[in-house]
T-cell receptor, first 111, second 116 residues
């Protein structure tokens, strides 16, 4: 079993729709959870962080965390073509908070 | 704040050569991480520094790899006797921990290494 699992996609949504990205993780000790966006050939860019169970909203983005189910998700409302990218889920692990990344979900928003 | 910077951005080398990459973290960030990313995969942790001390190394980091962070500022990652399997994007990230600040890692643009 992989430490962090994400659906590789591509997830294709029409412009203006809600994109839902999911992630499960295996380390029950993880305390911090991050979503990064990565455009092709570029480095990861931080989108959201979440630390406690429940929802956290920031603009068009909402992160959801359920530690009991070891599940974290990212919702993108009013999706735009510029949101087309790979989204990486990254729980922290260990005392030094290294990040354990999933392989990412590729999102394609079509006009 | 300027972000994390990495140099060079691209490096092409022949198998067996040594290469060195540099990372300059965000000013005053006390934690610095190196990751490696291959095509279609997420970044994989390589090593971590708190100030100048290297506190954790991944099993991925063979003895051909060495990293330093003298004086707790910039860091270098050296790969000796490069192999074709070393071809990847090498990413540096930094964070500030302490004083109630959440430990959030910000990535540099990466160094893309191609070993011929």
């Amino acid at each position: 079993q992989k430490e962090v699992e994400q659906n590789s996609g591509p997830l294709s949504v029409p412009e203006g729709a809600i994109a839902s990205l999911n992630c499960t993780y295996s380390d029950r000790g993880s305390q911090s959870f991050f979503w990064y966006r990565q455009y092709s050939g570029k480095s990861p860019e931080l989108i959201m962080s979440i630390y406690s169970n429940g929802d956290k909203e920031d603009g068009r983005f909402t992160a959801q965390l359920n530690k009991a189910s070891q599940y974290v998700s990212l919702l993108i409302r009013d999706s735009q073509p510029s949101d087309s990218a790979t989204y990486l889920c990254a729980p922290s692990s260990g005392g030094y908070n290294k990040l354990i990344f999933g392989a990412g979900t590729r999102l394609a928003v079509h006009p | 704040d300027t972000g994390v910077s990495q140099d060079p951005r691209h490096k092409i080398t022949k198998r067996g050569q040594n290469v060195t990459f540099r990372c300059d973290p965000i000013s005053e960030h006390n934690r610095l991480y190196w990751y490696r990313q291959t095509l279609g995969q997420g970044p994989e942790f390589l090593t971590y520094f708190q100030n100048e001390a290297q506190l954790e190394k991944s099993r991925l980091l063979s003895d051909r790899f060495s990293a330093e962070r003298p004086k707790g500022s910039f860091s270098t990652l050296e790969i000796q006797r490069t192999e074709q399997g070393d071809s990847a994007m090498y990413l540096c990230a930094s964070s500030l921990v302490g004083s109630g600040v959440p430990d959030t890692q910000y990535f540099g643009p990466g160094t893309r290494l191609t070993v011929l």
